[in-house]
RNA sequence: GGCGCUUUCGUCUAGCGGCUAGGACACAUGCCUCUCACGCAUGGAACACGGGUUCGAUUCCCGUAGGCGCUACCA
């Protein structure tokens, strides 16, 4: 066999958005191309015509935009082996079915659905196989002559695959290994419908992966069971030579409870099974998305990336794609189901975060201000961006490295952030930090410290270091705490000279006049 | 029910006959500190069970149990 060029694809049906899993599908076909300078293609498996949704198609493509999948060739993306929707291949696929019936390898059968359900009542555990086909309405049973005519009326029909039992069929699966199955368990699958003149999945999938000169199938586990029936497809077809690999990778499962990963789970423990927003055009329902959360493409990745697949050292874990594609091989899969990690795709998004510029992240802090009816300005925004990540970024750990604080969203911001754009109304007095830090004298002090400030011309926070730190030395006294309550009504919040100069004097004065006001004397009788 | 895949800390995993069973998320404690964090340090936490094979099994084989998938004129 000669050495062939990596081409993989990516194939999904265009039946509704995106699952979760499906990206990380994507995902290592992605990894598994780039590593071998091979081909990613995108097909479009729309067999089905009855569970076709309209902008299903579209989604998949904005999706693998987002996050930065790319793909060489495809619907969408030209190439020389199309078309990539398998609708428009039908006379192709035609073709091959004629070429299975004319070697007999194929039948045809004219069973309708009310008679196998009928079947299916009266023999237990019914399967279309080499024990039943004979009792069946196929071309098998019925006279040549009698099966020309009924083609020729136009009676509904659907062409069987041959399964010869008694075989050992071998997949030879770049996970699992080995897998051998007999023959006999497999069913004469429907290869093709005359309604609708569109093949299966199967056959579709075999044809399509020859002609299009896929060398590696790199799918999920569900698609096990059929890959011995793949394998009989590329022999029935004489492909066996240039047959691709097989690869099953395992699922994802639900992060809590039994079962795979399903859309209900994300709407009950609140996180996305889709990577964008999708809104059902039947149901009018609507899915939230990874991208609307608020997550970066490139932390989705990377969380997705290491679910069921692992480069096999003790380093970060924090991968760029890059990285990725160099580390990435199959055998490093693993075989059993991983949970689905929500709490752990979220400290993805927060080192990511973290590692953006903080001009990254203005826009979407404009956007979540205006969410909670803040008008403010981008030089403002910036500014306290620049205070809740300056605490952080000041930070340098032992090995040199720059760290920031743990917010894991943009929308995190909003609790942490809104004292800098309203002024608290009110002081929970039971709150811990409170009661610890305003005592019996504290309003007396504050208004000290007011009368103090009030002197002030030069309000930056620099300015009011060198202020309010020698009259605190001075005086023997620790106001930060208090003065916090004041200005923020909670033991939160960046350096107190930088909140109080981006108040400014006017502002920061009212605050500490107020929360005297409020507060005043703690009540002392007991 | 049948067939197949699978089984290491709560979770994702490393391990490919001999290790104090390693890392990450989460959790707990301490340090740092004008608050919350970040960071740092420390800690608790796992080889499903039963048989073999072997001088020696987490690792190889066979059962049992559990988990997952498939079992459509869906993919």
Redo the contacts with the bound molecule.
Sequence with gaps: MRERKVRVRF???PTGPLHIGGVRTALYNYLFARQHGGDLIFRI?D??ST?FVPGAEEYIIESFQWLGIQFDEGVGFGGNYGPYRQSERKEIYKKYVAQLLDAGKAYYAF???EE?EAKRREIE?F??DATTRHLMRNSLTLPPDEVQRLIAQGA?Y?VRFLVEPGHEVLVDDLI??E?R?NSS?L?DK?LY?S?DQ?P??HLANIVDDHLMEVTHVIRG??????SPLHVLLYEAFGWQDTMPRFAHL??L?KPVG???LSKRDGDRLGFPVFPLEWHDPKSGETSSGYREKGYLPQAVVNFLA???W?P???QS?LLSMDEMVQLFSLE?C??????F?Y??AA?FNHQYLLRQPDEAWVPEFDKLLRQNGIESTPEREAEVVRMMKL??IE?T???G?R????VSFISDLWPLTRFFFVAPDSFDRDDK?VRKNWKDDTAAEMQKLAALLATQDDFTADGLRALVDPWAEANGL?P??A??ICLVGA???????ELAAFLGKEETLARMQYAVETLGQVDSNN
């Design positions: 194939a999904p049906s498996e067999t089905d569970r069973d309708t659905p196998l555990n399967q279309y509904q659907v699992r290994g897998v199955i368990i069913d429907v419908k309604a569109l299966t999945y586990e569900e698609w096990l069971p059929s395992p699922l499962l039994n079962g795979k290491l679910l069921g692992n096999g050292n003790d874990e490093k693993s075989r059993n189901g991983a949970r990690d709490v752990k400290w605490k952080v930070y750990d032992n090995e490295n760290k920031k604080r743990n930090f620790r930060w705490n003065w916090r033991g939160q919040g960046p350096d107190m000279y």
